[in-house]
């Protein structure tokens, strides 16, 4: 059975870091893509990373070159390193799963509805 959970989330001023951790269960039989999502209220939630059972990665232009995503598969563990961090990063970040995706179509499954799985959030703050 699929469980994601988020954790790592917090304040930090502008310049500082973060780094976000997803616990996930899953079926390692199966190729899959996983990636990072973030909201602000009002707005849509928008894909920030994703990694695919190739170890492709792809990041929103964005976060290019500030953000890392990496996996632990001994831990069963989803990272996203942020550096350099910026008020405009400040959302609520996802952590997602499916087993349809890649690295490259992650983001856009997401942004329509279509990524199955879900964790339940983290609260990543910048302050300036």
């Known amino acids: 059975q699929e469980h994601l959970v988020e954790s790592g989330g917090g304040s930090v001023q502008a310049g500082g870091s973060l780094r976000l951790s997803c616990l996930v269960s899953?079926?390692?039989?199966?190729?899959?893509?996983m990636g990072w999502f973030r909201q602000v209220p009002g707005q849509a939630r928008a894909g920030v990373a994703a990694?695919?059972?190739?170890?492709?990665?792809t990041y929103a232009d964005a976060v290019k070159g500030r953000f890392t995503i990496s996996e632990d598969k001994s831990k069963s563990t989803l990272y996203l390193q942020m550096n350099n961090l910026t008020p405009d990063d400040t959302a609520m970040y996802y952590c997602?799963?499916?087993?349809?995706?890649?690295?490259?179509?992650?983001?856009?499954?997401?942004?329509?509805?279509?990524?199955?799985?879900w964790g339940q959030g983290t609260q990543v703050t910048v302050s300036s």
């Open positions: 899953r079926d390692t039989s199966r190729p899959y893509g």
């Open positions: 997602a799963l499916d087993y349809r995706a890649t690295s490259a179509t992650l983001a856009t499954m997401g942004t329509v509805g279509l990524v199955e799985y």
């Open positions: 990694i695919d059972n190739f170890g492709s990665t």
